[in-house]
T-cell receptor
Framework: NAGVTQTPKFRILKIGQSMTLQCTQD?????MYWYRQDPGMGLKLIYY???????DKGEVPNGYNVSRSTTEDFPLRLELAAPSQTSVYFC?????????FGPGTRLTVT | QQPVQSPQAVILREGEDAVINCSSS?????VHWYRQKHGEAPVFLMI?????EQKGHEKISASFNEKKQQSSLYLTASQLSYSGTYFC???????????????FGQGTILTVHP
């Protein structure tokens, strides 16, 4: 099993550009999550999903959108990127309580 | 509200013990502990549930005081591999589980020297 995979690993965006961060898991987990981690800080939940077709907002959803059309994939869309969205983004999945994290995407908006 | 962790950082020599605390202002259903090494993803250590149940992978112990909304992680006979940042994640108690919708603390940096 590959676990949770994320692409790209690194990305630099200009202000106002848009992009999609990809997340795929091969463990058949129903629950999936998107977090952001700013330097020296904890993780903040952006969006989460309890199954295909069901998503809900987390703590910091503004400026982001998600979709969940399959169990495996949970992409995160950034519209009109802003410098405040510079962060490391982690995707995670879970069967019950243990969350398995992907390696992260380091995003810089300039 | 974000849980508060203390201390912010701790430095140990191999074999020494440490305690990391996590305190919340709201009633909790569960407390989760994760460790993150520099440049890597967080890794699950343990969950403590309301009612006393605990589940975890490693030989690390923890406690959960439901009345005080506090949890402590006990690292005994520390090893070099214990170095990293420890995060607690809390899940509110309203209606039971919130499907892992965690609020994480700011982290405690643990450094273990030989």
């Amino acid at each position: 099993n590959a676990g949770v995979t994320q692409t790209p690993k690194f990305r630099i965006l200009k202000i106002g550009q848009s992009m999609t961060l990809q997340c795929t898991q091969d463990m058949n987990h129903n629950y999936m999550y998107w977090y952001r981690q700013d330097p020296g800080m904890g993780l903040k939940l952006i969006y989460y999903s309890v199954g295909a077709g069901i998503t809900d907002k987390g703590e910091v959803p503004n400026g982001y959108n998600v979709s969940r059309s399959t169990t495996e994939d949970f992409p995160l869309r950034l519209e009109l990127a802003a410098p405040s969205q510079t962060s490391v983004y982690f995707c995670a999945s879970s069967h019950s309580y243990e969350q398995y994290f992907g390696p992260g995407t380091r995003l810089t908006v300039t | 509200q974000q849980p508060v962790q203390s201390p912010q950082a701790v430095i140990l020599r191999e074999g020494e013990d440490a305690v990391i605390n996590c305190s919340s202002s709201k009633a909790l259903y569960s407390v989760h502990w994760y460790r993150q090494k520099h440049g890597e993803a967080p890794v699950f250590l343990m969950i403590l549930l309301k009612g006393g149940e605990q589940k975890g992978h490693e030989k690390i112990s923890a406690s959960f005081n439901e009345k005080k909304q506090q949890s402590s992680l006990y690292l005994t006979a520390s090893q070099l591999s214990y170095s990293g940042t420890y995060f607690c994640g809390t899940e509110g108690s309203a209606g039971g589980t919130s499907y892992g919708k965690l609020t994480f603390g700011q982290g405690t940096i643990l450094t273990v020297h030989p």
